[in-house]
Structures are given as structure tokens and as C-alpha cells.
């Protein structure tokens, strides 16, 4: 008898739950952003049940690569400016060197077939990868759902991913 790696089967010979992964995504760093959409859609793909939420500075993954300045003060629009949001704006946590770095290991991934973040974040949507934008800090930046690409769940606070966290089998903070 075989099983899928997101699915099991009881001593009884009944089938388990889905296995669950949920992880949170608070940096906008492409050096972390990366591993952790790849690791969504692979597990996705192995038949998992993924869950991917997002606060802090990884909100600003899920924004829109078009949409410049958000927010509603000067405040939320400034910090909108100093850290621009969208998966073609992603720079590297080290080894940045005023956009070299960056650019050197996406011309890498470009050459080696890597997906880029923004197809592997449509890779996840179609395998079924839910995306929630935290709440609290859609609030802190003055963000709306317009500000955001399509196909985003709604959005959680803290209490409700932790308890999403908590019937998870798999929970990563990357």
C-alpha cells in the first residue's frame, strides 16, 4: 500500500487529515521570501495543506509591483517609499551591494530555471496555497485589499494564525 506524502492512513486502514503546514513570512527579503515560496509550493505539490501568513515588513511581498506609495499619512506613505513593496522589488538581506548582488543571483536563478517569487507565487495560488495578510499590520501601514495582488485570503490577526498554527503539523517562521 502507498500513500501521498500529505496523507496517511490509520492502523485502522482509514484515512487521516491532510497534513498541515503553516508558516509566517515577516521579512521582505528575497533571500528568505525564496526559500520559503519554494517551500510552500513543494509541499503543496506533495499533497500538503499550506498556509502562508504574512505581517511586517512580508506584507509587503504580497503588494502589487505597480503600486508605489500606500498608505494613508505621511508616516505609512514614507515608509512606503523607504521600502517599496512587490516580488520584482525583493533585495537580497546580504551581500546587496546597492543592487548588484541582486541582480547577480537573479540572473543565476534565470539561468539555472530557477522560479522567480513572482511565478512561484502563482504556482502556490494554483496548488492551492492560501496567503493571509496580517491584520494588524495592513492597519499599522494603511494598506487596503487594493493594494494587493489578486487571490489573497482574508486577512488574520494574530490569535487566528496561532490557533491555524496550532492544527498544523508543520510550522515554520522563516
Given at each position: 500500500?502507498?500513500?501521498?506524502?500529505?496523507?496517511?492512513?490509520?492502523?485502522?486502514?482509514?484515512?487521516?487529515?491532510?497534513?498541515?503546514?503553516?508558516?509566517?513570512?515577516?521579512?521582505?527579503?528575497?533571500?528568505?521570501?525564496?526559500?520559503?515560496?519554494?517551500?510552500?509550493t513543494?509541499?503543496?505539490?506533495?499533497?500538503?495543506?499550506?498556509?502562508?501568513?504574512?505581517?511586517?515588513?512580508?506584507?509587503?511581498?504580497?503588494?502589487?509591483?505597480?503600486?508605489?506609495?500606500?498608505?494613508?499619512?505621511?508616516?505609512?506613505?514614507?515608509?512606503?517609499?523607504?521600502?517599496?513593496?512587490?516580488?520584482?522589488?525583493?533585495?537580497?538581506?546580504?551581500?546587496?551591494?546597492?543592487?548588484?548582488?541582486?541582480?547577480?543571483?537573479?540572473?543565476?536563478?534565470?539561468?539555472?530555471?530557477?522560479?522567480?517569487?513572482?511565478?512561484?507565487?502563482?504556482?502556490?495560488?494554483?496548488?492551492?496555497?492560501?496567503?493571509?495578510?496580517?491584520?494588524?499590520?495592513?492597519?499599522?501601514?494603511?494598506?487596503s485589499?487594493?493594494?494587493?495582488?489578486?487571490?489573497?485570503?482574508?486577512?488574520?490577526?494574530?490569535?487566528?494564525?496561532?490557533?491555524?498554527?496550532?492544527?498544523?503539523?508543520?510550522?515554520?517562521?522563516i
Amino acid at each position: 500500500m502507498t500513500t501521498e506524502v500529505g496523507s496517511s492512513v490509520s492502523p485502522g486502514g482509514g484515512a487521516k487529515a491532510q497534513k498541515r503546514m503553516s508558516m509566517v513570512c515577516w521579512s521582505s527579503d528575497l533571500d528568505r521570501v525564496w526559500p520559503q515560496l519554494i517551500l510552500a509550493t513543494t509541499a503543496a505539490a506533495s499533497g500538503l495543506e499550506v498556509n502562508l501568513f504574512f505581517t511586517f515588513w512580508g506584507l509587503r511581498v504580497l503588494q502589487r509591483n505597480d503600486k508605489r506609495v500606500t498608505g494613508t499619512n505621511w508616516k505609512q506613505m514614507g515608509e512606503s517609499i523607504m521600502d517599496r513593496g512587490g516580488t520584482d522589488h525583493l533585495k537580497l538581506s546580504k551581500l546587496h551591494m546597492g543592487g548588484a548582488g541582486t541582480a547577480m543571483i537573479r540572473s543565476l536563478a534565470n539561468e539555472y530555471k530557477v522560479a522567480s517569487p513572482t511565478e512561484l507565487i502563482e504556482m502556490a495560488k494554483d496548488l492551492g496555497v492560501k496567503f493571509y495578510p496580517c491584520q494588524m499590520t495592513m492597519e499599522l501601514y494603511g494598506l487596503s485589499k487594493d493594494d494587493f495582488i489578486d487571490g489573497l485570503e482574508a486577512p488574520l490577526g494574530a490569535a487566528s494564525f496561532i490557533e491555524m498554527a496550532c492544527e498544523s503539523d508543520i510550522t515554520m517562521f522563516i
